[in-house]
């Protein structure tokens, strides 16, 4: 149980390792977030005394990231933290690991929105952002979708060879520590590497590194290029969903694979 972060008679609060999915389907129903936090850290109650059959999940966090995930013991739960993001009333924290440092500040991108669209099928597994607005607020609403986030700070940090299997050879690694203002599907991973600084050990993102829909019409093919060599990753990725806060919970995971080392200067 020392992955349970927090837990009251609403919501669970857990550090979820990498590689575990945070949702079910067909083939993994038991091994997932909400099964293995049933089975490893149940039986939980709810505020009747009830016995919580299994948690329900509030937000997704990608399978190759590691960190903070919320579930609900009732779908009361589950609809207060909805409500909370849809008025933006929780803040959610990311620590990135990077081979370049990411500009401090307010980072406003736009994501592609078909590729976003639920049930969407074909085409890149990859989020294609552009850095320059949309040309009409029509335009904004039909095809883009806004992604903001901030980079409050990057730091250089020493990760040593160790269990987890990275190597880090004589590259230099940031830690940057990432609020993020809007919530979307491989947001953090997306606008990093579309401002060229991609995530370590992230073979879907690092391929197509400074790229953006910007340079289509200049540099098609170097963005085809870089797609046709996306692949999704197999190694948990320098990644961690390190922090939230929501009505008035406050959870934060534990040190990430890479560990803690930052060079003081």
């Not at 409500?83 to 620590?95: F, I, T």
């Amino acid at each position: 149980r020392e992955r349970l972060l927090y837990e009251d008679t609403t919501f669970i609060v857990v550090d979820k390792p990498p590689l575990l999915p945070t949702q079910p389907d067909a083939s993994n129903y038991h091994e997932c977030c909400p099964g293995c936090v049933n089975e490893l850290m149940g039986p939980f109650k709810t505020i009747d005394n009830e016995p919580v059959a299994r948690p329900l999940l509030c937000h997704r966090v990608d399978s190759v990231v590691g960190g903070c995930v919320v579930l609900a013991k009732d779908g009361n739960g589950q609809k207060v933290f909805s409500q909370l993001q849809r008025e933006r009333k929780l803040k959610k924290v990311y620590l990135a690991v990077t081979n370049k440092p990411v500009p401090v500040g307010m980072h406003l991108q736009w994501m592609w929105a078909p590729q976003t669209e639920r049930g969407k099928s074909g085409g890149p597994p990859c989020q294609l952002m552009r850095h320059s607005p949309p040309e009409s607020r029509r335009k904004a609403r039909n095809y883009w979708v806004r992604c903001v986030l901030e980079v409050v700070q990057s730091v250089p940090i020493k990760i040593e060879a160790g269990d987890h299997g990275y190597e880090p050879g004589d590259k230099p690694h940031y830690q940057n520590t990432i609020r993020l203002v809007t919530g979307r599907k491989h947001q953090v991973r997306a606008q990093l590497a579309s401002l060229g600084c991609p995530i370590i050990r992230d073979t879907l993102y690092g391929p197509i590194a400074g790229c953006t829909l910007d340079m289509l019409e200049d540099e098609e093919g170097t963005m085809d290029n870089g797609i046709s060599k996306c692949r999704v990753p197999v190694e948990p990725i320098g990644l961690q969903a390190h922090a939230i806060l929501f009505g008035g919970i406050r959870a934060k995971a534990r040190t990430p694979w890479w560990g803690d080392n930052i060079i003081l200067e």
